[in-house]
């Protein structure tokens, strides 16, 4: 080989060099920024859709699609491979097959914002917490429900994450619903001990910022449960802004944490499968017992009607309500949505419900919120709950 051609072989060979580092540096430019447009894109997804998520994932599958960890932003962009558990339930509740999937993650750090309700869990405001996981990490499936609690003061004093006014929210995350608990009440002092001690225990798994009130009716006339649950919408919201409401009936007992006490996308039957009806829905538009409805939708429908007087009718107008604004129910499967129902004496049924269910379309706008009227007696915030004591005043004849 001549000196000339060896010479044009050496400067070849560095041109290629020089053409591969070129190369290498443009992917090393593209991946870093594709790791910046996929955590900002990630960081969208969950944010916008976590309510949807949580809805979907259960009415999407027969069963339910039940995720078990700490599947967050972050946990998804860190250092190391992120190993997520997927729980499938089936007919027997606490049967589950398991599939685990590591996802290969980047380095990086994502944090949400604090909210309002984050500065209740840390004295140094210089602390930003991450938003808690779609699905929390710490629930059980179904529970053992105790009809038997012990005695107030010895549940206050076991239950030391609630705060005065019984509220409670997670201190390692920012929750992603804001959620009150409004329960209708009179004279049923050992129901609403045995719920209060089966439900803040779920309520603290789930990590949502929640709030109960227990709104109770002053005086010997006859009972209305809607314009008690109207009552509770009210005065929550003069407390702070709830994303939604969960209106529960003092004597159901749920039995699987699975069912998520937290804001729907379209207003959710909570109740689904109730002991007393051999754990099977009566009919397709039941919303009594548990319901759930976001702050918009409630308004929008202008609350639930306050001329039901007595048992019955005031959910199926309800029902009625909602499908009238172009909404629909939906529920949890049945296997999830499970309640245990404690034994009482009915209440004195509405004799004039068939009729206000019929005529109801023509009252949607003028009543319900529109037209609510009461006094608050009372108010007053022990550990378990917030109470309200407060007098009816029947709407007047539109």
């Keep these: 080989m001549t000196v000339a051609a060896a010479v044009a072989l050496w400067h070849r060979a560095h041109f290629y060099k020089a053409i591969a580092c070129v190369v290498l540096a443009l992917i090393a430019i593209q991946y870093l920024l594709s790791g910046v447009i996929d955590r900002r894109s990630i960081e969208t997804i969950f944010t916008i859709n976590t ?11 027969p069963r339910g699609l039940i995720i078990y960890g700490p599947v967050t932003v972050s946990s998804m962009l860190n250092n190391n491979a992120t190993t997520t558990t997927v729980l499938w339930g089936g007919k027997g509740n606490s049967n589950f097959s398991k599939l685990e999937t590591t996802f290969p993650t980047r380095n990086a750090s994502v944090v949400a914002s604090s909210q309002e309700s984050s500065t209740a869990n840390s004295t140094n405001s210089t602390t930003v917490l991450p938003r808690c996981p779609l699905i929390p990490p710490n ?45 209708p009440y009179r004279d049923r002092p050992q129901h609403l001990q045995a719920l209060l001690y089966n439900l803040h225990p779920m309520l603290l798994r789930q990590q949502i910022d929640y709030q109960i009130f227990i709104v109770e009716q002053k005086g010997s006339e006859t009972f209305n449960r809607a ?28 039995e699987d944490d699975r069912n998520l006490y937290t804001c729907p996308e379209q207003p959710r039957h909570m109740s689904v499968a109730v002991d007393k009806f051999k754990y099977r829905l009566p009919y397709a538009d039941l919303f009594g017992g548990v319901s759930a409805m976001s702050r918009e939708h409630f308004h929008l429908v202008n609350g639930f009607s306050n ?11 309800m029902a009625n309500r909602i499908k009238a604004h172009g909404l629909h129910i939906s529920r949890y499967p049945a296997n999830v949505a499970r309640y245990k129902m404690l034994t009482h004496k ?24 529109s037209n609510l009227q009461y006094e608050l007696v009372d108010k007053q915030k022990p550990k378990l709950y917030t109470w309200l004591l407060v007098k009816l005043t029947p709407p007047q004849p539109s």
Excluded at 154 to 174: A, L, N, S, W
Excluded at 307 to 317: A, L
Excluded at 348 to 368: H, I, M, S, V
């Design 51 to 61: 309510t949807r998520y949580a809805d979907r994932m259960y009415r999407h599958h």
């Design 139 to 183: 629930l059980v499936g179904p529970l053992a429900v105790s009809k038997s609690p012990p005695e107030l003061s010895v549940i206050e004093k076991t239950f030391t994450e609630v705060q005065p006014g019984g509220r409670g929210c997670p201190t390692d995350c920012v929750p992603r619903h804001r959620v009150a608990i409004v329960i």
């Design 227 to 254: 314009m008690l649950m109207n009552v509770g919408y009210v005065e929550a919201l003069k407390e702070r802004t709830f994303d939604c409401f969960i209106f529960h009936d003092v004597d159901l007992l749920p």
């Design 307 to 317: 001329v039901f007087w007595g048992w019955g009718g005031e959910d199926d107008d």
């Design 346 to 369: 009915k209440e004195k049924a509405n004799p004039k419900r068939y009729e206000y269910l019929r005529t109801g379309k023509k009252r949607f706008a003028t009543d319900g919120l």
